[in-house]
């Protein structure tokens, strides 16, 4: 094996940069947020909710711009029966923060919210909040240990060195700086990672683009040169799949606590509406260089370069055809450069994914479901502690587990499928409860693991109309294997079937107990007729009183805490005069409800 010393001193240096930022932002703003006695452990959360335009659109835009977007995006271009019209990440990512800026961000900002469960857990209760938890953990670390996975495999191909190696200190880097940091470290180390992605990228093009083993890439769109056609279809058997993954992209993209960490760190509701727009456009651009390269790809001669007469199609190479283009096409210091990029994109994504599990598991399990009473400084200590064991979980994965791409296909799913229509629920609907809640948590399962999932070599045992048998070349066997395919826009269908159950079922059970047609002794989830059920079923989202939010479900248990726990999800630091007025316009019940 052959170790490039340039490509190791490229890292070295990209990793170097990096560090040295992340460092730098977490002393810089080490003390941010005291003068206006924020806690520390949400500064960690939401960086003091006083991210600007600058750093706030780079790091939105790194909630989707990493290792698996750029080279996801490169991959389906280039793939024969996929192409341009596949590669659907940088227009599905950029419409769902189109359309989480344009619904989702303002209520969330504007009510002062610390993670993308407190919704939950406020309307729902704790342990609702608990079991979303579940899909919404599987997301983060899968998501993370697959964009590790990708790395380990990209600096195998151009630098021969050790996988595990490059995985694990890429991995240690990321985890340090968030532990080191929290939101300040990933934002700014966002920023930088996000300009190395671009320059990179677009340092390798025009050498790609220009050597003799590339054909004319307009060309290649619309002919068959060495491969069918760039550009791509979309067959009229597979249009209710397209859009079925479409809709995943899109709507299924806004649940995510890495994208709301960034829309409650906005200095504004107004800030994250604008940052999600910027951020959208920063999608479509940063997949740009992406796609070019994947159209390189289909429209060169491998059997005039240094990669062979095997095109990395027929080699199943076809997930590595970026690093592939830039060993291959570009000469050696300008691959190197570009791999800096690609390392730095799947960074720009780990830490975000770490710090907002961790996040979450401080805040809405730790703090609020266990341990109400937890000091500051505890809760500090339980965000340290779950970025090293969540950052460690991902790597071990990432190391070891074949199929971390199956089980992030699923998890992301489940997220779309499960949270999704949940969230509208709790900021939009009124009405709903912890009975709904649970009946379309189950729905949803049930319904989306039905389908199956071929990646993952797990069977359907819900056979969706339109259903065919294909047989495919196993990913991890090399084994040639009959996989049920489901044509039917099931994951859609399940998420509306989800929302639908979750209505259903709570207007039921609204009815069933407060008409007394079942005794109120049965109502064990405490969610219609116990004590507080007023603020629970009338109030979709929010109890105010003097601006701050009462929380029945986190009652105090001492005296001294009351003021701690009555502003679980709102400060009254973090808002303007209008977006209190705003609110009130916008909650279907601003009064407060008295026990």
Same mark, same amino acid.
């Given at each position: 094996? =052959?170790?490039?010393?340039?490509?190791?001193?490229?890292?070295?240096?990209?990793?170097?940069?990096?560090?040295?930022?992340?460092?730098?932002?977490?002393?810089?703003?080490?003390?941010?947020?005291?003068?206006?006695? =924020?806690?520390?452990?949400?500064?960690?959360?939401?960086?003091?909710?006083?991210?600007?335009?600058?750093?706030?659109?780079?790091?939105?835009?790194?909630?989707?711009?990493?290792?698996?977007?750029?080279?996801?995006?490169?991959?389906?271009?280039?793939?024969?029966?996929?192409?341009?019209?596949?590669?659907?990440?940088?227009?599905?990512?950029?419409?769902?923060?189109?359309?989480?800026?344009?619904?989702?961000?303002?209520?969330?900002?504007?009510?002062?919210?610390?993670?993308?469960?407190?919704?939950?857990?406020?309307?729902?209760?704790?342990?609702?909040?608990?079991?979303?938890?579940?899909?919404?953990?599987?997301?983060?670390?899968?998501?993370?240990?697959?964009?590790?996975?990708?790395?380990?495999?990209?600096?195998?191909?151009?630098?021969?060195?050790?996988?595990?190696?490059?995985?694990?200190?890429?991995?240690?880097?990321?985890? $340090?700086?968030?532990?080191?940091?929290?939101?300040?470290?990933?934002?700014?180390?966002?920023?930088?990672?996000?300009?190395?992605?671009?320059?990179?990228?677009?340092?390798?093009?025009?050498?790609?683009?220009?050597?003799?083993?590339?054909?004319?890439?307009?060309?290649?769109?619309?002919?068959?040169?060495?491969?069918?056609?760039?550009?791509?279809?979309?067959?009229? &058997?597979?249009?209710?799949?397209?859009?079925?993954?479409?809709?995943?992209?899109?709507?299924?993209?806004?649940?995510?606590?890495?994208?709301?960490?960034?829309?409650?760190?906005?200095?504004?509701?107004?800030?994250?509406?604008?940052?999600?727009?910027?951020?959208?456009?920063?999608?479509?651009?940063?997949?740009?260089?992406?796609?070019?390269?994947?159209?390189?790809?289909?429209?060169?001669?491998? &059997?005039?370069?240094?990669?062979?007469?095997?095109?990395?199609?027929?080699?199943?190479?076809?997930?590595?055809?970026?690093?592939?283009?830039?060993?291959?096409?570009?000469?050696?210091?300008?691959?190197?450069?570009?791999?800096?990029?690609?390392?730095?994109?799947?960074?720009?994504?780990?830490?975000?994914?770490?710090?907002?599990?961790?996040?979450?598991?401080?805040?809405?399990?730790?703090?609020?479901?266990?341990?109400?009473?937890?000091?500051?400084?505890?809760?500090?200590?339980?965000?340290?502690?779950?970025?090293?064991?969540?950052?460690?979980?991902?790597?071990?994965?990432?190391?070891?587990?074949?199929?971390?791409?199956?089980?992030?296909?699923?998890?992301?799913?489940?997220?779309?499928?499960?949270? $999704?229509?949940?969230?509208?629920?709790?900021?939009?609907?009124?009405?709903? &409860?912890?009975?709904?809640?649970?009946?379309?948590?189950?729905?949803?399962?049930?319904?989306?693991?039905?389908?199956?999932?071929?990646?993952?070599?797990?069977?359907?045992?819900?056979?969706?109309?339109?259903?065919?048998?294909?047989?495919?070349?196993?990913?991890?066997?090399?084994?040639?294997?009959?996989?049920?395919?489901?044509?039917?826009? $099931?994951?859609?269908?399940?998420?509306?079937?989800?929302?639908?159950?979750?209505?259903?079922?709570?207007?039921?059970?609204?009815?069933?107990?407060?008409?007394?047609?079942?005794?109120?002794?049965?109502?064990?989830?405490?969610?219609?007729?116990?004590?507080?059920?007023?603020?629970?079923?009338?109030?979709?989202?929010?109890?105010?009183?003097?601006? &701050?939010?009462?929380?029945?479900?986190?009652?105090?248990?001492?005296?001294?805490?009351?003021?701690?726990?009555?502003?679980?999800?709102?400060?009254?630091?973090?808002?303007?005069?209008?977006?209190?007025?705003?609110?009130?316009?916008?909650?279907?019940?601003?009064?407060?409800?008295?026990?």
């Amino acid at each position: 094996m =052959t170790i490039h010393v340039e490509g190791l001193v490229a890292i070295a240096i990209f990793y170097l940069l990096i560090l040295v930022v992340g460092i730098w932002a977490a002393w810089k703003n080490k003390h941010s947020g005291e003068a206006e006695g =924020t806690n520390r452990s949400e500064t960690i959360m939401v960086g003091g909710r006083d991210i600007g335009l600058f750093v706030g659109g780079f790091t939105m835009t790194a909630t989707w711009v990493g290792g698996g977007y750029i080279n996801g995006t490169a991959e389906y271009v280039y793939l024969p029966d996929y192409g341009l019209a596949w590669a659907q990440a940088p227009f599905g990512y950029a419409l769902s923060l189109v359309v989480g800026g344009l619904f989702f961000a303002k209520p969330m900002r504007s009510r002062g919210y610390v993670t993308m469960l407190d919704p939950f857990q406020q309307i729902y209760g704790k342990r609702m909040g608990g079991l979303l938890f579940i899909p919404a953990l599987m997301g983060e670390i899968f998501w993370s240990a697959a964009i590790l996975s990708a790395l380990g495999a990209t600096l195998s191909v151009i630098v021969d060195i050790n996988i595990k190696m490059s995985v694990v200190i890429s991995a240690l880097i990321a985890i $340090f700086y968030t532990l080191v940091g929290g939101l300040y470290s990933v934002a700014y180390t966002d920023v930088v990672q996000l300009i190395c992605i671009f320059i990179g990228l677009w340092i390798s093009v025009p050498f790609a683009l220009t050597n003799p083993a590339v054909s004319d890439i307009t060309v290649t769109a619309v002919k068959q040169v060495y491969q069918s056609p760039w550009r791509g279809s979309i067959g009229k &058997n597979d249009t209710w799949v397209w859009i079925d993954n479409f809709c995943l992209l899109m709507l299924g993209g806004i649940p995510w606590q890495v994208y709301f960490q960034r829309v409650l760190s906005a200095s504004s509701a107004t800030y994250a509406q604008v940052l999600s727009f910027l951020a959208a456009f920063g999608c479509l651009v940063m997949a740009v260089p992406s796609v070019l390269i994947g159209a390189i790809g289909a429209s060169t001669d491998w &059997n005039q370069t240094s990669y062979g007469a095997i095109a990395p199609k027929d080699r199943d190479q076809a997930d590595m055809i970026l690093p592939i283009v830039l060993q291959h096409l570009c000469p050696p210091f300008v691959s190197f450069f570009g791999l800096g990029a690609v390392s730095a994109a799947v960074m720009s994504s780990a830490d975000s994914s770490i710090l907002s599990a961790s996040s979450m598991f401080a805040r809405n399990i730790y703090q609020l479901a266990f341990r109400q009473s937890a000091s500051d400084r505890e809760i500090v200590w339980v965000m340290r502690i779950t970025i090293f064991v969540f950052g460690g979980l991902a790597t071990v994965m990432a190391l070891v587990t074949g199929t971390v791409y199956g089980l992030w296909y699923l998890s992301s799913d489940l997220v779309y499928v499960i949270i $999704f229509p949940q969230l509208i629920s709790v900021l939009f609907v009124k009405g709903t &409860n912890t009975y709904g809640s649970v009946a379309a948590y189950l729905f949803g399962m049930l319904l989306r693991i039905g389908g199956g999932e071929p990646y993952l070599r797990m069977p359907p045992f819900i056979y969706y109309p339109g259903w065919t048998t294909e047989q495919r070349i196993h990913h991890m066997t090399g084994e040639m294997e009959d996989v049920v395919v489901q044509k039917f826009p $099931f994951k859609t269908v399940s998420m509306l079937a989800s929302f639908l159950g979750n209505v259903a079922v709570s207007y039921l059970a609204k009815y069933l107990f407060e008409s007394g047609k079942i005794s109120h002794k049965y109502d064990f989830l405490d969610a219609v007729v116990s004590k507080h059920s007023g603020e629970i079923m009338d109030k979709t989202t929010l109890v105010t009183r003097e601006n &701050n939010i009462g929380l029945s479900e986190m009652a105090p248990v001492k005296p001294r805490l009351s003021v701690t726990l009555a502003a679980a999800f709102k400060r009254r630091d973090t808002l303007a005069a209008e977006t209190v007025e705003e609110e009130d316009e916008s909650s279907p019940d601003s009064s407060h409800h008295d026990e």
